[in-house]
């Protein structure tokens, strides 16, 4: 007996074969998925749920971003970037950033995520234990880290402090199904070697994820030059902390020694293209760094800077513009930068063996898309077709560990006009001092 049958789907397993099944189903028992395959129809299961040959995917993974700051969407758009963070997000965050902003703030993203087939997510702010408390009303995963800089933060006044409060928050969290802490040095530029190495041995004695933004703008790789005589990759590894555990995002100035440098070590990327281009950080050589076997996945990063939270608008983003930057229509194909939104996402957050694929034996976190629509019809490829016609607002039905938090495009967790009246709420709060 099932708990839960999907049947009639497209299966796109985004397994290391690219194994899919036409006529296919899914089956999940304790959150588990149990069985996959092609052809039956007949389940004994509590709930079946008969797609109409709808798309199937793994629920997608957002490897970067700062899920509260949907509440300052759109807030100083155009500026450069100086003039935005100085004059609008800092003075902002400053003023109101609060265990409340950050979880009405976190409730907004995860409407969105979910609505847009977002299953798990990484964050780095503060007060991440408001949005771990968003996270598991949500039903959703999250790798949650708090930013850790070397002057005051909302969340502690030194870096040791931050460094200790991470420590208490690992323990809080370590054995959550929803919740999975990691430690959150912020950059290169705003932590000392010596808070570096520190957060490190966290890392290291606590098993988790190492989440840093690396090599973001050419005004940090300056900086880094100019203070330590290396640029960003080569100075995180000669004070030894480049290794599998760190998931870099941005990556957007490696040299060609450091992306030698960057396979070798088997760091992985959280490649934030839409952020990088509003921002005007430049273009990360993401072919490069495919082709010496880094592990790329894809963030949406802040709402503040993208500006929305949808994977799949970012995943067909970095597909086009890597093929015209480089002037060559066969770099990341669709079924690459897929596999960057599930697979390699899993990779890159540590957690192939649970999520990433539909597999037997993983979290039955699943993603249907709504291809019964004008805009998504011939279809030839699903690949391409939810690369490069589709929305995030094409998915329809949304589970996660076997628990539907979506269905017919009505996310259930999360209550829509509660998030909107806050956000306006917030909106006026923030114009009028
Ligand atoms: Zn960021």
């Known amino acids: 007996m099932f708990d839960l049958v999907l049947k009639n789907g497209y299966i796109l397993t985004m397994d290391e074969n690219f194994t899919e099944y036409k006529n296919g189903y899914v089956a999940i028992k304790d959150g588990k998925i149990v069985e996959v395959g092609e052809g039956k129809s007949e389940f004994e299961a509590k709930e079946v749920i008969d797609l109409n040959s709808n798309v199937v995917i793994p629920g997608l993974i957002n490897t970067h971003t700062h899920a509260a700051m949907t509440l300052l969407r759109g807030y100083g758009s155009d500026n450069p970037l100086k003039v935005w963070l100085e004059q609008y997000i800092w003075p902002v965050e400053g003023k109101?950033?609060?265990?409340?902003?950050?979880?009405?703030?976190?409730?907004?993203?995860?409407?969105?995520?979910?609505?847009?087939?977002?299953?798990?997510?990484?964050?780095?702010?503060?007060?991440?234990?408001?949005?771990?408390q968003s996270v598991k009303e949500a039903g959703m995963k999250a790798v949650l880290t708090t930013g850790i800089l070397d002057f005051p933060t909302p969340a502690a006044k030194t870096p040791e402090e931050g460094i200790q409060k991470t420590k208490d928050f690992i323990l809080t969290y370590r054995q959550d199904k929803n919740i999975f802490p990691a430690i959150g040095p912020h950059a290169p530029y705003t932590c000392s070697p010596n808070t570096l190495v520190k957060a490190m041995e966290v890392a290291i004695e606590y098993n988790v994820l190492y989440?840093?933004?690396?090599?973001?703008?050419?005004?940090?790789?300056?900086?880094?030059?100019?203070?330590?005589?290396?640029?960003?990759?080569?100075?995180?590894?000669?004070?030894?902390?480049?290794?599998?555990?760190?998931?870099?995002?941005?990556?957007?100035?490696?040299?060609?020694?450091?992306?030698?440098?960057?396979?070798?070590?088997?760091?992985?990327?959280?490649?934030?293209?839409e952020s990088n281009l509003k921002l005007a950080s430049g273009i990360a050589p993401i072919p490069k760094m495919l082709e010496k076997g880094v592990v790329v996945s894809l963030g949406t990063d802040g709402t503040a800077s993208n500006d929305d939270l949808d994977l799949i608008g970012e995943a067909s983003t970095a597909a086009k513009l890597h093929k015209g930057y480089n002037l060559n229509p066969t770099v990341l194909p669709a079924r690459q930068v897929l596999a960057m939104i599930t697979r390699q996402g899993a990779k890159a957050v540590m957690m192939e063996d649970k999520i990433g694929s539909i597999e037997v034996g993983k979290d039955a976190d699943i993603v249907v898309i709504d291809v019964n629509q004008p805009h998504l019809q011939p279809l030839f490829d699903p690949y391409t077709q939810i690369v490069y016609s589709a929305k995030g607002l094409d998915v329809d039905t949304v589970i996660i560990n076997g628990k539907?938090?979506?269905?017919?495009?009505?996310?259930?967790?999360?209550?829509?006009?509660?998030?909107?009246?806050i956000a306006k709420k917030w909106r006026e709060k923030i114009l009028n001092g």
């Open 404 to 421: 539907v938090v979506m269905k017919n495009k009505v996310v259930q967790t999360v209550e829509k006009d509660k998030v909107l009246y």
């Open 211 to 273: 989440h840093i933004h690396v090599s973001e703008t050419q005004h940090e790789v300056q900086e880094i030059k100019n203070r330590y005589g290396n640029t960003p990759v080569k100075h995180l590894d000669s004070i030894g902390v480049l290794n599998e555990r760190v998931l870099a995002a941005h990556m957007v100035h490696p040299t060609e020694e450091e992306i030698e440098l960057l396979s070798e070590k088997n760091v992985k990327i959280a490649h934030c293209p």
């Open 96 to 132: 109101y950033v609060s265990y409340e902003f950050v979880k009405d703030g976190t409730d907004l993203a995860c409407y969105e995520m979910i609505r847009n087939g977002i299953t798990c997510f990484v964050d780095m702010y503060f007060y991440e234990d408001a949005v771990a």
